[in-house]
């Protein structure tokens, strides 16, 4: 009984913590109370727990946590995506206002320099975001 609180327990922490290392540890506590099944006693049981809490540890999480976080390499996610996209004035952008809409979504914009003024209808570049307001650049013709 008590390697099953044990194993609750640390399953508990897990889901919280999101870590995979309580979960680990949860799978060794299952080692141990499958254990507690056999002839052996309690210090047995303790060691198969920990011993296969361990192996789990350095041998499978690492494999578990880089299968999680597999994906493309360099792969740009939330505002950072958003770093030299095309963009279109909305209404005209200054220094300290403008609309401008990025994909199918409308920001609050601004310029980077003071005399940039940026006309409705003007592709733009966004340079980088500024808590909600996207800085913008205007599109250099080539």
């Known amino acids: 009984m008590i390697w099953l609180v044990i194993t609750l327990a640390l399953a508990g922490i897990e ?4 870590d995979l290392l309580f979960g680990m540890l949860a799978v060794g506590a299952v080692a141990g109370l499958a254990t507690s099944f056999t002839p052996a006693g ?3 049981q303790v060691v198969v727990a920990a011993i296969v809490g361990l192996l789990m540890i ?3 999480r690492p494999v578990a946590i880089r ?3 597999k994906g493309p390499p360099g792969r740009r996610t939330n505002v950072d995506a958003l770093l030299g996209a095309s963009a279109l004035a909305l209404e005209a952008v200054d220094s300290s206002s403008g609309l401008v809409k990025i994909g ?3 920001w609050t914009a601004r310029t980077m320099d003071a005399d940039t003024v940026i006309q409705a209808g003007e592709n733009v570049s966004v340079a980088l975001i500024d808590g909600a307001t996207a800085v913008v650049t205007r599109d250099e013709v080539v």
């Open 15 to 18: 889901i919280v913590s999101l």
């Open 104 to 106: 199918g979504d409308v």
């Open 42 to 44: 309690a210090a047995v």
């Open 67 to 69: 299968h999680l976080r």
């Open 58 to 60: 350095f041998l499978v």
